[in-house]
Nanobody, 117 residues
Framework: QVQLVESGGGLVQAGGSLRLSCAAS????????MTWYRQAPGKQRELVAR???????NYADSVKGRFTISRDNAKNTVYLQMNSLKPEDTAVYYC???????????WGQGTQVTVSS
């Protein structure tokens, strides 16, 4: 059964960096978009970054210039490099895959990112 496993979250000081990873288990052969979302306490879930199958990317305005999304298709893995972190980046980060073969969509379990001031 397909599952997405996230890693890389933790506690970091403002101005520091973290790198999140999200890897799919099970047999997946073709993934369309890979997306990172985040949700802070008391706030709605928001899109952070998205990368298409061809490598095109989209970012929330709040993270442009600081975060970079990338993917490794051979490993069925998406990454989020987060630099110059701010306390307002504190949230649970979730990955999402839109899978073509076999068809379906899947969510990661979430990983906590806490940025201290």
């Amino acid at each position: 059964q397909v599952q997405l496993v996230e890693s890389g979250g933790g506690l970091v000081q403002a101005g520091g960096s973290l790198r999140l990873s999200c890897a799919a288990s099970g047999r997946i052969f073709l993934i369309n978009t890979m997306t990172w979302y985040r949700q802070a306490p008391g706030k709605q879930r928001e899109l952070v970054a998205r990368i298409g199958s061809g490598g095109s990317t989209n970012y929330a305005d709040s993270v442009k210039g600081r975060f970079t999304i990338s993917r490794d298709n051979a490993k069925n893995t998406v990454y989020l490099q987060m630099n110059s972190l701010k306390p307002e980046d504190t949230a649970v980060y979730y990955c999402h895959f839109d899978v073509i073969r076999p068809p379906g969509d899947y969510w990661g379990q979430g990983t906590q990112v806490t940025v201290s001031s």
